[in-house]
């Protein structure tokens, strides 16, 4: 009798391809002696009288594969955000990299393939693609994982396989295959998660994306669990916090209006007391601002932001009169707050009514955030100057 192996497709007789296992197993293995797939030989006992059998020539062999049971999206230090199994994720800040983990499980094994990863843009109803190192899903992440370092139990983020065994599994990050080289082995009747590093800086703001768990060309299984990017822009402050009382109208400095101005005193060689504007938790990268500038009386400001239970200084130094100045924090960081003070060089003159006008926060807020843009506007006259240059954002 002839077999037509599944896999490559070349045919081949049973003499001479029938193997034991040296370990035990109760089942011979057939073993295609072209592309080395093997298939488990199990013979059953069947009572029943059976009439008009018909003879055949060759028989054609059915491959196995383990089935997708859940997955699940982390932070990249593995922190679960799905908070369930197959749980979608909304108003992800696509600066964060992320952890896709995909659990693995089947009654029909060993399993031995290697695995590769695709996504697609929901949203904009597209194709599954590879994961690559480049595009608006990549493996291009910086995340805990380690690239081919097994998975232990306590590392797991998806639930227990119900009436499965649990067996370690692997992680990915650098590259779309696992393992790196030859086949990871799941045995029969267990489960595992592979854990995925992934990259969406490119990624479209506010689009959904899911993603699929392939081998050999063939998919496994759909993962439930999306992933829906969080819309960036430029936020304004929600509050503020004058603790020293040395500014007046602060809430100008966050009202979208280019016309005011939350104003301070500064005593002759000083810097003025802080002015603190707060939001609720931010996922910002960066923050920006716009200030009186004069260069015989203000020329510096110092501006930090808080995260982390503490304040970091992220600029000192000149600035441009009227302009938006925009200082990147040096990473993405959940930001309650930012604060605020001016110099005045003047060495025998106070500085008066020294102009904030407006200061806003780059990132998503919980809940996700709304968009604004400034126009071109003419500002009143202040300090013999007339101000009016504000530009719109892109």
Known sequence: MLIRCCSCKKEYGLEGNIFEYEKGSRYPILICPYCGLRHIINFMLFDNKIEKLKKVEKLDLTTYYPTLGASRIADANRVDKSLADDGDVTGWVKTNDFILATRIYGSKGAYNYAYTLKWRNVTDSGSFAAVGATGEISYAADTVLVDGQA??????????????????????????????????????????????????????????????????????????????????????????????????????????????????????????????????????????????????????????????????????????????????????????????????????????????????????????????????????????QVISKWNELP
């Not at 799941?186 to 998660?193: C, V």
């Not at 004058?242 to 280019?258: I, Q």
């Not at 982390?308 to 960081?333: C, M, P």
């Not at 996700?368 to 126009?375: D, F, P, Q, R, Y």
Request: aromatic residues 14%; negative net charge.
């Open 151 to 384: 998975l232990p139990t306590e590392s797991k983020i998806c639930s227990a396989q119900t009436n499965y065994t649990w067996q370690n599994g692997m992680e990915n990050e650098g590259d779309n295959i696992l393992p790196d080289s030859g086949t990871y082995s799941l045995a029969d009747e267990y489960y595992t998660e592979l854990q995925w590093a992934l990259d969406c800086s490119g990624a479209h703001d506010n689009d959904v994306y899911e993603f699929a768990l392939y081998t050999n060309s063939t998919l496994i299984g759909t993962c439930l669990a999306s992933i829906q990017m969080g819309p960036q822009d430029w936020l304004s402050p929600t509050g503020y916090v004058d603790a020293d009382s040395g500014w007046t109208n602060e809430a100008n400095a966050y009202d979208e209006n280019t016309t005011t101005k939350a104003l301070v005193t500064i005593p002759a060689s000083s810097w003025s007391s802080y002015l603190e504007l707060t939001h609720s938790a931010i996922s910002c990268s960066k923050v920006r601002f716009n200030a009186y500038y004069y260069a015989t009386e203000i020329t510096q400001i110092s501006l930090d932001v808080y995260y982390s239970d503490a304040w970091h200084n992220i600029y000192e130094g000149i600035f441009t009169l009227n302009e938006w100045v925009e200082k990147e924090i040096g990473s993405t960081q959940s930001v309650t707050a930012m604060r605020i003070k001016l110099y005045n060089i003047k060495v025998s003159q106070i500085s008066n009514w020294t102009a904030l006008y407006e200061a806003d926060f780059w990132g998503v807020a919980a809940g996700g955030g709304w968009a604004h843009k400034w126009n071109t506007a003419t500002i009143s006259k202040f300090d013999n």
